[in-house]
Each structure stands twice: as structure tokens, then as C-alpha cells.
């Protein structure tokens, strides 16, 4: 999937289009400014609110270390070459670094650290500006449990190809913030299923997830990416996403096969 992370003005217009409620987990509500960036890469993480919920650990870069114990070796070999792919440092200016790694999406500065949940701000737009649920505070999480139940969140993920903003499906995977307390997603993508957004027999959307031991299934994101929550049920070894009459509008809109 050729991608390019979503400035925060393209967000915006994307999540006003979108016109949604955040559907994930909710935590007490909190009132913040408009984030802003003068890079074209990752938004800036507000630093008033600490963004991992649980340990952070820090990680190594070259051998894994650091990231939550229940990722397999299998999978860290990946997770670290998804990150070299799509990472470039930082420390000498953002020109400098898109040089050295000119496939980079990421800017960050290390030291990065790695968890398995972290607390981020979505926009309710259905509520006027100043209104004190505007801004809904949630908790993201990405573990094999959570309280004995499945313990990975689904997310819907803006990512902008050729000019247009398409909504993808994913399953978080594991949070990482760099110095510079710019977070990210380490997401596994599911596949839309089919030629058409909705199945013509159930009208859901019917994905795959991505197998995990191929790079292409995994993408590395700014966590301002995340438009929403995804509600993605498993029946007869199938997986459907549940959207409400106005998301599944959304959804068809920024539809691209």
C-alpha cells in the first residue's frame, strides 16, 4: 500500500467530512488545543497528558528489545524492518534525513519508546467548537487481553494516495513516541474483501486481516491517523466491520478499490 502521512490539515477535512462520533474506548473527557506541525510528517503528541496508559519500555532499534513481551520473535523481525523501511533520524534537520532515507514517511528522534496502550484525542464534529465533549479522550490498546477479552483495537486509518484520503481498516499492533513526543501506530492492515465497499448479500464490509509474517502487511503511522474506532466481529471464519448509516456513507465515499 503506497502511503503518505496525513497533515493536520488534511485530517481535519477529512474528519469533518467524515462527520463521526469517536467509537473507542472512553476515558475522562479532556479539553485540548488544535494540534499543529510545521513538518509534513507526524503531528505533534499534545505533552500535557502522558501518552502511554501502563510501562513504556525503550527500544532497542536493532534488536527488538523493549517491545511488549507477547510479540514473537517472528513478528519483531518484521516490526524492526517495517520501522528501518519507513523511519528516517532526525537529528540533523528533516531535509537532511529525507535524504538519507528518501522512502521514509517517519521523521522521529530517538530514543523511542514502545507500549501497549496509549491515550489519544478524537474530534467529535458533530458538536460545535467550545462544546466540552468536542474533544474525547480514549485509550487505545493493543494486547492479546484486556479484562479476559480480546485485547487489540481496531482502528479506521486516513491515509492520503495520489492527492485523495482513503479510509483503511487495521488492528493496532504496538505504540512507539519519540523524543520529540510525536507517537505512533504500528498497524496491521486488513484487506477489503470484493470489488464493491459492501458485501451484496449482508451490505457489511468483509475484510482479511493481512498475514503476519509478511512486511506488507504492516505500516508504521502517526497515531493522529486514526479517524476512529473500527467495530470488526468474526462470523463463520469471516470478518465484517459494523458502520452505522453515517459512516457507512463515509466509508463509500472515500472508497477505492
Not at 505533552?47 to 517491545?67: E, Y
Not at 489519544?120 to 485509550?139: A, C, F, M, S, Y
Amino acid at each position: 500500500m503506497e502511503q503518505h502521512v496525513i497533515r493536520n490539515t488534511q485530517l481535519s477535512e477529512l474528519l469533518h467530512m467524515v462527520n463521526e462520533k469517536p467509537i473507542t474506548v472512553r476515558d475522562d473527557i479532556v479539553n485540548l488545543n488544535e494540534s499543529s506541525s510545521s513538518t509534513n510528517y507526524s503531528p505533534m503528541q499534545s505533552s500535557r497528558i502522558p501518552p502511554f496508559v501502563g510501562p513504556a519500555m525503550l527500544l532497542d532499534l536493532r534488536t527488538g528489545n523493549g517491545l511488549p513481551k507477547h510479540i514473537t520473535a517472528a513478528e519483531t523481525a518484521i516490526i524492526l524492518r517495517v520501522i528501518v523501511t519507513n523511519t528516517s533520524t532526525s537529528l540533523y534537520g528533516d531535509q537532511m534525513a529525507q535524504l538519507w532515507n528518501p522512502a521514509a514517511t517517519i521523521l522521529w528522534i530517538p530514543p523511542i519508546h514502545a507500549g501497549k496502550a496509549m491515550i489519544t484525542t478524537l474530534h467529535n464534529r458533530q458538536l460545535p467548537k467550545g462544546h466540552d465533549e468536542r474533544h474525547v479522550r480514549v485509550i487505545l490498546r493493543a494486547m492479546p487481553f484486556f479484562h479476559n477479552k480480546p485485547g487489540h483495537d481496531n482502528v479506521k486509518v486516513a491515509v492520503v494516495a495520489d492527492r485523495r484520503v482513503t479510509i483503511y481498516f487495521a488492528k493496532c499492533i504496538v505504540f512507539l513516541k519519540d523524543s520529540r513526543e510525536d507517537c505512533f501506530v504500528l498497524v496491521q492492515w486488513y484487506d477489503k474483501k470484493g470489488g464493491e465497499p459492501f458485501d451484496p448479500v449482508s451490505g457489511l464490509v468483509q475484510v482479511v486481516l493481512r498475514p503476519a509474517n509478511e512486511l506488507k502487511s504492516y505500516s508504521l503511522m502517526p497515531i493522529t491517523s486514526i479517524v476512529n474506532g473500527a467495530i470488526i466481529v468474526e462470523s463463520e471464519k469471516k470478518h465484517w466491520v459494523l458502520l452505522s448509516p453515517r459512516e457507512a456513507d463515509a466509508y463509500e465515499h472515500t472508497y477505492t478499490q
